[in-house]
């Protein structure tokens, strides 16, 4: 299994940040305006539309309010296995945070892809959020 990891820093304090991650629904409004383009809720799952058209289902799996994490994955798609989890914590200067992102998925030949995915995504969570750093 592939194993893809992204500390994002963000000029913006971690309960901020935290707030907007936990929103579970305002994808496309508040954490990655731009990368996802709509957000749907259907029970425990959400539809997500990105930029380029690609509709996916996730499934919310769990909320850890004192670790500030939060655990989703992807249904169907061209995956065999995604798990996803985005953590919060304190940056290192006052007032900003980091966003520890990582997602496991099969096959592996969908790592790179992903990867690069998810670096899009930090760059819009960084524009949403803070300044870019």
């Known amino acids: 299994?592939?194993?893809?990891?992204?500390?994002?820093?963000?000029a913006a304090p971690a309960d901020a940040v935290w707030?907007?991650?936990?929103?579970?629904?305002?994808?496309?409004?508040?954490?990655?305006p731009g990368f996802v383009t709509a957000t749907e809720l259907d029970g425990?799952?959400?539809i997500?539309?990105?930029?380029?058209?690609?509709?996916?289902?996730?499934?919310?799996?769990?909320?850890d309010e004192d670790r500030r994490r939060l655990v989703w994955s992807v249904q169907g798609g061209p995956f065999l296995h995604h798990n996803?989890?985005?953590?919060?914590?304190?940056?290192?200067?006052?007032?900003?945070?980091?966003?520890?992102?990582t997602a496991d998925?099969?096959?592996?030949?969908?790592?790179?892809?992903?990867?690069d995915l998810m670096a899009a995504g930090a760059r819009a969570m960084q524009q949403a959020l803070g300044r870019d750093r």
């Not at 299994?1 to 963000?10: D, V």
């Not at 997500?48 to 909320?63: A, I, K, N, Q």
């Not at 989890?85 to 992102?101: F, H, Q, R, Y």
């Not at 998925?105 to 990867?115: D, I, K, N, Q, S």
Request: hydrophobic letters at 45%; glycine letters at 6%; aromatic letters at 6%.
């Open 19 to 32: 707030d907007a991650v936990r929103d579970w629904g305002a994808l496309h409004t508040r954490l990655v």
């Open 84 to 101: 996803a989890s985005a953590e919060v914590v304190a940056g290192p200067d006052a007032g900003t945070a980091v966003l520890c992102w």
């Open 48 to 63: 997500v539309t990105f930029f380029d058209g690609t509709v996916s289902r996730e499934r919310f799996v769990d909320l």
């Open 44 to 46: 425990p799952d959400r």
């Open 1 to 10: 299994m592939a194993s893809i990891r992204h500390e994002i820093p963000i």
């Open 105 to 115: 998925v099969l096959p592996h030949e969908l790592a790179r892809h992903v990867g």
